[in-house]
């Protein structure tokens, strides 16, 4: 059916919601959420970007210390997977991914 309504998976589309809603809160549209509050911007420094492997799964430190854009925030450090798996730690995982073309 996914196929058929040419829909991308479910995980790539939460994906973008998170990462649209992160930049309403950076450009402040939404204004009920302080992005200082919460996330910490990194300072300009060198570009970290981890290998990349088709079809493999891995859980390398690096992958989450990547900062590929000027608008970068500090990464949460996280030690449950409960905490690992919420909006903010997630999405800056991501958002410090992007390139700055996007």
Known sequence: MLRKLELPPLQDRRRAKRLTLLYKV???HVSAISIER??????PKR?????QYEDYIH?????????NNSKC??????NTVLFQNSFFVKTVIDWNRLSMTL
């Open 47 to 51: 570009t970290i970007r981890a290998k």
């Open 38 to 43: 919460y996330l910490e911007p990194l300072r």
């Open 59 to 67: 859980h390398n430190i690096v992958c989450n210390l990547v900062n």
């Open 73 to 78: 925030f500090e990464t949460i450090p996280a």
């Open 26 to 28: 950076v450009v402040v």
